[in-house]
C-alpha cells in the first residue's frame, strides 16, 4: 500500500550512509570455532534415544488402556504380555518359532536378492534385460506373494520349498525394481567419470554404479525385508504348519485356538520387536556407515 | 612471466599429439537429426594450452566429449598419437563443469587413486602421486573428507588433482570454472597456469569466455555457432592475468569474430548508470 503511494509521490531513494572498514578478529580471540554438545543437545540429537521415547509413550498407553478396559481375553496388559513373552522364551519354545521363521525368511531373502541382482544387471547391460525387467516387475509386483501360495503348494508341497518360493516372489520384484531405477538415477557424468577410468562391464557396474545407487538399493533391501516378513507371518497363519516345526505365525495361530490370548500378543510382540531390531540396527547401521557418511542422503 | 615464451617459429616442435581432422558431430534425438559440430579439424601439439572457444550450443563440450571417446564422429577422425581414438580411457581424463564427478563414497584422496589403482599403479606410487597432487591443488588438509562437504571450487581442485594425477597424455577440460564465482575462478585459473609451469602437461580446455581462453590459453580455437565451425585458430601465448593492449585487442578482434552476425562493432559493456 505505502510503496504505490510512495511511488505515485516520489522514487523511492535509499539514504546514503557512512562507509566504514574494520579488523576482523583472529579466530583465536572469538574461541573455538567448534564447540562440544551440550548433554541435552546431544541426547536429542540422538535417534535412538528419540525412538525409545516413543516406545515408552506406546508402551505407557497399551498399559493404561489395557487396565481400563479390564478384558483380559480381549485385550491383555503389556505386563501381562512382556511376562508371557519372557517365558515363552525361556521355556525355549517362543525361540525355537522365532529361529525356524528367520531361517527361512533368511534363504528366501538371500535368493531373492541374488535373482534381483541378476535380473537387474541383465537390465543394465542389455537393452532386452532392459525390456524383460520393466515387463516382469510390472507383471509380477502388483501380485500378492501369498496368493501364490496355493499353486506353490500344488508344486512344491507342504514344506520349506513353498515358503522359500512365496519370499522370493516377496523380495525379488521390488528390490529390482529399486535397484533398477536407482541404477537408471546415476548422474550422466559419474557415469563418464567412470568410464573415463577405463572401466567396463562387470566392473564398472560394482565399482560405480552399485555405490552410486547404494540408497535405492537399500530402500529395496528394505521395503524387500518387510515384504518377505510379513508374507512369511501371514503364510504361517493361514495355512498353518506348512514345515516340520511351525514358526511364528504357526504360534501365533496355535494360541489363538487355544484362547490363551497374551501368547498370542507375546507372539505380535515378539514380529514387532524383531522388524524394530532389523529396521533400527541392521539397516541404520548399515546407512550410517555408507549413505549419510557420504552425503547422498540425510 | 616464465611460461610466456615469445613465439620466434625457430623452437623444436614438440609434435601433434592430438588430431583433430575433419570431424562433424551429430545427434539424433527421437524426432531429429542435430549437427553439433561440422568438419572441423585442429591439431594440438604437446605443451599446448589448447582452447576450444565458441559461444553457447556450439558444440564445444560435444568436441571434448568425442575426443574423450564418449561420443563417435559421424564424419572423420580423432586420433591420438596416431592412433584413432575408440572409447574412454584414461590415457584422456576429463574434468567436467558439474561438481558431482567426484565418486561422493570416497574420500578426496581415494578419489585421486582410484583411476590411478584401476589402471594398475602400483599401491606405494599411486599414493605418493596422489599425496603429491593433492598438495599441489592445497587441499593437503581435506585428504581424508568425503566430496559433500567440500566447496564448489575444491571439488574442482580435487577434480583436477585426480586427472592430473593419472599423467594423461591430455587433459580436457569442459568449463571447469565456469559454475565457480569470478574471485575463486581467476584463483584456478592462476593455479592451472602455475600446475602447467611446474608439470608441462597437454591440455584441450573448452571455455565461452573470451577472457578466460586468452588467459589460460596459448592457441586458441575460435568456433563458429551452431553447427560449430573452425572459424579462426590464434595464438594467445604472450597473455596472462595482467591486461595489455594486445590483451584487449585479441579479445576485442575475437568478439568481433564471433559477433559479427549480430552486430559488427564489439557490444558496449553494460554499465550501470550511477545513481544517487
Ligand atoms: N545429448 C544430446 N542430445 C541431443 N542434442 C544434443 C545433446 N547434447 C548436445 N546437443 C546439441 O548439440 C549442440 C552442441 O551442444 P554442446 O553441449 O556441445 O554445446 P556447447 O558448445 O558445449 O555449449 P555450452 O557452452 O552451452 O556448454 C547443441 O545444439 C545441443 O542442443
Ligand atoms: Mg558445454
Known amino acids: 500500500m505505502t510503496g504505490s503511494v510512495q511511488s505515485h509521490q516520489q522514487p523511492l531513494v535509499p539514504s546514503i550512509r557512512p562507509e566504514f572498514e574494520r579488523d576482523v578478529l583472529d579466530a583465536g580471540v572469538i574461541g573455538d570455532i567448534s564447540r562440544p554438545l ?247 547401521s548399515i546407512e550410517i556407515y555408507t549413505v549419510r557418511k557420504w552425503g547422498m542422503q540425510r | 612471466m616464465g611460461r610466456v615464451l615469445p613465439f620466434t617459429g625457430q623452437e623444436a616442435d614438440p609434435g601433434v599429439l592430438l588430431d583433430v581432422d575433419n570431424v562433424t558431430l551429430q545427434y539424433k534425438t527421437d524426432s531429429r537429426l542435430v549437427t553439433a559440430t561440422y568438419q572441423v579439424d585442429f591439431q594440438v601439439h604437446r605443451g599446448d594450452r589448447f582452447v576450444l572457444l565458441g559461444p553457447s550450443g556450439c558444440g564445444k563440450s560435444s568436441l571434448l566429449k568425442a575426443v574423450a571417446g564418449f561420443i563417435k564422429p559421424v564424419e572423420g577422425q580423432i586420433r591420438l598419437n596416431g592412433a584413432p581414438v575408440t572409447g574412454p580411457g584414461p590415457d584422456r581424463m576429463v574434468v567436467f563443469q558439474e561438481f558431482d564427478q567426484l565418486l561422493p563414497w570416497k574420500t578426496v584422496f581415494q578419489n585421486v587413486m582410484f583411476p590411478l589403482r584401476s589402471r594398475g599403479v602400483p599401491k606405494r606410487e599411486a599414493e605418493d602421486r596422489a599425496g603429491t597432487y593433492i598438495a599441489k591443488v592445497g587441499l593437503d588438509r581435506f585428504r581424508d573428507s568425503y566430496p559433500h562437504i567440500l566447496s564448489g571450487g575444491m ?89 595489455s593492449e594486445g590483451f584487449a585487442a585479441l579479445e576485442n578482434r575475437i568478439h568481433t569474430m564471433l559477433f559479427a552476425e549480430q552486430n559488427t562493432a564489439p557490444a558496449p559493456k553494460v554499465t550501470r548508470a550511477a545513481r544517487p
Open chain 2, 155 to 243: 571439488k574442482q581442485r580435487v577434480a583436477i588433482a585426480r586427472a592430473m594425477a593419472t599423467e594423461p597424455e591430455i587433459l580436457l577440460m569442459d568449463e571447469p570454472f565456469a559454475a565457480l564465482d569470478a574471485l575463486t575462478r581467476r584463483r584456478m585459473q592462476e593455479e592451472l597456469l602455475q600446475l602447467w609451469d611446474d608439470v608441462r602437461f597437454t591440455v584441450l580446455f573448452v571455455t565461452h569466455s573470451i577472457e578466460e581462453a586468452i588467459i589460460v590459453g596459448n592457441r586458441i580455437l575460435v568456433l563458429s555457432p551452431h553447427p560449430g565451425q573452425v572459424k579462426a585458430e590464434l595464438n594467445a601465448h604472450s597473455y596472462g592475468h595482467e591486461k
Open chain 1, 38 to 284: 551440550s548433554p541435552w543437545e546431544r541426547l536429542t540429537g540422538n535417534t535412538l534415544a528419540r525412538r525409545i521415547f516413543i516406545l515408552v509413550l506406546l508402551g505407557a498407553a497399551w498399559q493404561a488402556y489395557a487396565v481400563w478396559s479390564d478384558n483380559p481375553l480381549m485385550f491383555p496388559t503389556l505386563s501381562e504380555t512382556l511376562a508371557t513373552l519372557w517365558t515363552s522364551l525361556v521355556d525355549g519354545q517362543l525361540l525355537q518359532r522365532c529361529l525356524t521363521s528367520l531361517r527361512i525368511l533368511l534363504v528366501g531373502y538371500a535368493v531373492g536378492i541374488a535373482a534381483a541382482a541378476v535380473l537387474t544387471m541383465l537390465a543394465v547391460t542389455t537393452r532386452f534385460g532392459n525390456d524383460l525387467l520393466s515387463t516382469l516387475t510390472s507383471m509380477f509386483n502388483p501380485l500378492p506373494a501369498i496368493a501364490l501360495l496355493p499353486l506353490a503348494l500344488l508344486w512344491f508341497g507342504l514344506g520349506e520349498g513353498s515358503l522359500t518360493f512365496v519370499l522370493v516372489h516377496a523380495v525379488l520384484w521390488p528390490m529390482a525394481l529399486n535397484t533398477h531405477s536407482g541404477f537408471m538415477g546415476v548422474s550422466d557424468t559419474l557415469r563418464m567419470a567412470g568410464q573415463n577410468y577405463g572401466l567396463k562391464g562387470l566392473r564398472y557396474v560394482m565399482l560405480i554404479l552399485v555405490p552410486a545407487a547404494l540408497p535405492s538399493i537399500l530402500t529395496g533391501l528394505k521395503i524387500g525385508w518387510a515384504f518377505a516378513w510379513r508374507t512369511l507371518i501371514a503364510a504361517e497363519l493361514v495355512f498353518g504348519v506348512s514345515s516340520g516345526a511351525g514358526g511364528i505365525g504357526w504360534f501365533i495361530y496355535e494360541n489363538r485356538n487355544q484362547l490363551e490370548i497374551p501368547s498370542v500378543f507375546a507372539g505380535l510382540l515378539m514380529v514387532i520387536i524383531i522388524g524394530l531390531l532389523v529396521e533400527s540396527v541392521v539397516f541404520r
